[in-house]
């Protein structure tokens, strides 16, 4: 065989291969695009909607919005696009579907289309649609038969509450499907078009039995929250539907249609909405309902370059997605931003809501500065009238931005530290000796009142000084009649006088005056020893005295003592060098002297001032918590303290009960413990005073002991608290419930307790 003819037997096999591949190749299907476009319902009444549905099937390629003009008489309401994507016997099906609202205004037929789609280049045309508009509420087409046994089996019911609205009050609106007997599953619904009104989500659907005319029958309703948006007539096009019943028995009159669907509508809702009343207040903006106000900022200090965010909650019942915010341009605050949110009710149903005006605003200037709430008015169709509410000001303490104005001076440093210096070392005050020292002065007065009280023998004294002078001076018959008095008041106060009184009778009866100058001797020593020495004054005086020394020493014991010299400079020492830049090393000076000292309030504002600079907010928290245990209402500590709840720390921290410091205590316990002295006569109000020295002198170590024993700490990060997992913020205070090696249990507020890793947390004992 020639080469040529293998040549040619060459080329013939090849091409009868090729042939053979495109023979038993499958040839890929080509997917046909499917558009179909319909009206819900061919006629309605005027004034109502009707829906254009437009459904694109497996599109290839992109699709456009379909195109159409309406003829006079209709016009577009509103458009909606929705894609669905379904795999079933493992062929996919994409489907897009677009819906118009169309409201018709006058009576008359009209043709809607042709309906312009285009997919992937290409462009499907529909035909034309009929629609009918009638001149009035009429029942929807239906067939015969058929419409009649549906109206029977189920209806659909449309009302509004309230029936007849203002513009933007809140409505409800329901759709209540009344079955009257069984229904099968598969049952459509078509909702109705609320033209002309603001209109919010579909609730969900809710079942329940009720009576109609004495017979049970299966309610199902759905309600929708909405918003007339303009007065005059308005119209709610009908619901639409279609039911199957399902068969009961022998005797049911629908056992013969079961397999029949059924299609229902209700009858569209004719509503009329008034306007609102004229010449609205300043402020009104378009709330319709019963509100209340609230007026609060994010926090009440800040500096002249840190924005503040200022929150006016409008809470209560009407139409808060409606209400604009109001007009707000404050004098002293430069507004930077300003967003809404809402928290509404769930859908379909009426209750309390709130809408909330958020502005963030910059401070103008330095100083305690004024912000005053905008004016919000509303209307309230209960009371049919208008409402007006300005808020109360809000104060905000503005601290500069530049060095050496209101928080800092020229170096950075808070201007507090330098005013309030550190002097480490010392000691509070201490009420007990204070109170010692009331006790002792109230001692003293005591002392000093026994010292003058009156001789309760000053009587007899004076008496028998009479006595003494009247024997001593008289003489002859006047001194046996003075004589015998005398011996007569001795003989009175049991002394012994007998020899006496025998002589007096003999001299005075017996003419016997020859023992004159013996019994004037006698009587005069009787009379001398008859009465004690009055009571030495001097040992109460010197024990007042001595008392008002005692309580003067026990004063000055407890006077509050500041720390030596050498501390109080090294403190010094390290504010210059936090002035000039080196933070680190001042905060690390200031933590030494802290362990040397003991403590110091204004030491630990100063700790809390160097973790914030390090954003350290536990840290900062910690330190003011050890600062307040050892005095009260420290300045440099208290300006901290507002810096730190400011960067979010101390939450949950425990306060004071009384936030009186240590040497207030003790001056009170002084003077009260002076006091109940002096009042001691007057027994019910030196008891009382009494008691309260002693309350007032025993408080502070009470109350500091107890501090020391308080179990807390401090959330060092975010972390959460098992089980429900709330986060705890860093800087946020907690009790500790219980300890182990590695965990602790812990109560972050009265209801919420769990377990959190000790590494978590930093414990405020003393270092």
């Keep these: 065989m020639s080469r040529a003819w293998l040549c040619r037997f060459a080329l013939v096999a090849l091409v009868a291969l090729v042939l053979s591949w495109a023979v038993l190749l499958p040839c890929p299907a080509s997917a046909a695009v499917d558009v179909e476009a319909r009206l819900s319902v061919g006629s309605i009444e005027a004034g109502g909607v009707v829906s254009l549905l437009v459904d694109i099937t497996d599109p290839r390629g992109t699709v456009a919005d379909p195109q159409f003009t309406l003829p006079s008489g209709l016009e577009l309401l509103g458009t909606s696009r929705q894609q669905q994507f379904t795999w079933v016997n493992g062929r996919s099906t994409n489907q897009v579907s677009y819906r118009f609202e169309i409201g018709a205004s006058r009576v008359g037929r009209y043709a809607v289309g042709p309906i312009r789609v285009t997919v992937g280049g290409q462009t499907f045309r529909s035909g034309e649609m009929p629609l009918v508009v009638t001149a009035s509420a009429g029942s929807p087409p239906s067939a015969g038969r058929g419409a009649a046994r549906?109206?029977?089996?189920?209806?659909?019911?449309?009302?509004?509450?309230?029936?007849?609205?203002?513009?933007?009050?809140?409505?409800?609106?329901?759709?209540?499907?009344?079955?009257?007997v069984p229904m099968a599953e598969d049952s459509e619904y078509d909702p109705p078009a609320t033209p002309g009104f603001w209109s919010e989500q579909w609730g969900d659907a809710s079942s329940y039995?009720?009576?109609?005319?004495?017979n049970d029958v299966s309610v199902t309703e759905r309600s929708l929250r909405l918003y007339p948006l303009a007065p005059g007539p308005a119209v709610i096009s009908p619901a639409r539907g279609i039911v199957t019943p399902t068969s009961t028995g022998l005797l049911d009159p629908f056992s013969g249609y079961t397999s029949s669907r059924i299609q229902i509508m209700s009858?569209?809702?004719?509503?009329?909405?008034?306007?609102?009343?004229?010449?609205?207040?300043?402020?009104?903006?378009?709330?319709?309902?019963?509100?209340?106000?609230?007026?609060?900022?994010?926090?009440?200090?800040?500096?002249?370059?840190?924005?503040?965010t200022a929150r006016l909650d409008v809470r209560g019942t009407g139409n808060l997605p409606l209400m604009r915010a109001p007009a707000f341009d404050p004098n002293e605050f430069e507004v930077f931003s300003s967003t809404v949110e809402d928290s509404l009710p769930a859908p379909g149903r009426m209750g309390q809501g709130r809408r909330t005006f958020l502005w963030t605003l910059l401070p103008k200037r330095p100083g305690r500065l004024r912000l005053l709430g905008p004016t919000v008015s509303w209307y309230d169709p209960a009371g049919a009238r208008y409402l007006t509410s300005t808020?109360?000001?809000?104060?905000?303490?503005?601290?500069?931005?530049?060095?050496?104005?209101?928080?800092?001076?020229?170096?950075?440093l808070p201007t507090v530290f330098r005013d309030h210096s550190s002097r480490p070392g010392g000691h509070a005050a201490w009420p007990?000796?204070?109170?010692?020292?009331?006790?002792?002065?109230?001692?003293?007065?005591?002392?000093?009142?026994?010292?003058?009280?009156?001789?309760?023998?000053a009587g007899d004294r004076a008496r028998q000084r009479e006595w003494l002078r009247s024997i001593g001076l008289a003489r002859g018959p006047d001194f046996w009649q003075a004589a015998d008095q005398a011996a007569a008041w001795l003989l009175a106060r049991g002394e012994q006088v007998l020899r006496i009184r025998e002589a007096i009778s003999a001299a005075r009866y017996g003419g016997r005056t020859?023992?004159?100058?013996?019994?004037?001797?006698?009587?005069?020593?009787?009379?001398?020893?008859?009465?004690?020495?009055?009571?030495?004054?001097?040992?109460?005086?010197?024990?007042?005295?001595?008392?008002?020394?005692?309580?003067?020493?026990?004063a000055a014991l407890a006077l509050p003592r500041p720390g030596p010299d050498s501390l109080a400079t090294r403190a010094l020492a390290a504010d210059v060098q936090a002035r000039t830049g080196e933070v680190a090393r001042a905060e690390a000076e200031w933590a030494r002297l802290w362990d040397e000292s003991g403590g110091d309030a204004p030491l630990a504002a100063r700790l809390a001032w160097g973790a914030l600079q390090r954003d350290d907010v536990a840290a900062a928290t910690v330190w003011v918590i050890r600062g307040d245990r050892l005095e009260a209402r420290d300045r440099s500590l208290a300006a901290m303290a507002v810096r730190v709840r400011d960067a979010g720390g101390l939450v949950g921290a425990p306060g004071r009960a009384l936030p009186f410091r240590s040497w207030e205590w003790a001056i009170l316990a002084f003077m009260i413990g002076g006091a109940s002295g002096v009042l001691w006569p007057r027994r019910g109000w030196g008891v009382a005073l009494l008691v309260l020295a002693c309350l007032t002198g025993l408080w502070w170590p009470a109350e500091a002991a107890w501090r020391a024993s308080q179990r807390l700490a401090v959330v060092r990060a975010s972390v959460p608290l098992p089980p429900g997992d709330i986060l705890l913020d860093p800087g946020q205070v907690v009790r500790v419930l219980g300890r182990t090696s590695d965990q602790v249990n812990v109560r972050a507020t009265s209801d919420l307790e769990g377990v959190l890793p000790a590494s978590a947390l930093w414990f405020p004992g003393r270092r």
């Design 432 to 457: 007990l000796w204070a109170l010692l020292g009331g006790l002792l002065l109230a001692s003293s007065a005591a002392a000093l009142r026994r010292s003058r009280a009156p001789d309760p023998r």
């Design 209 to 214: 039995r009720a009576k109609e005319g004495g």
């Design 267 to 308: 009858d569209s809702l004719h509503i009329a909405v008034r306007p609102l009343p004229p010449n609205p207040p300043p402020g009104f903006g378009g709330g319709v309902g019963e509100f209340d106000v609230v007026w609060t900022t994010d926090r009440s200090h800040t500096t002249q370059d840190q924005a503040i």
């Design 150 to 180: 549906g109206a029977r089996a189920a209806s659909l019911v449309l009302t509004l509450d309230p029936p007849h609205p203002v513009v933007g009050q809140a409505c409800v609106l329901r759709v209540q499907l009344i079955q009257r």
């Design 514 to 554: 020859d023992q004159e100058s013996d019994v004037r001797r006698w009587l005069v020593e009787r009379l001398g020893a008859s009465m004690p020495a009055p009571p030495a004054r001097w040992p109460w005086q010197l024990a007042a005295f001595a008392g008002l020394l005692l309580a003067v020493a026990c």
């Design 391 to 412: 808020p109360s000001s809000v104060s905000i303490e503005v601290l500069s931005a530049r060095p050496g104005q209101s928080g800092e001076d020229a170096d950075g």
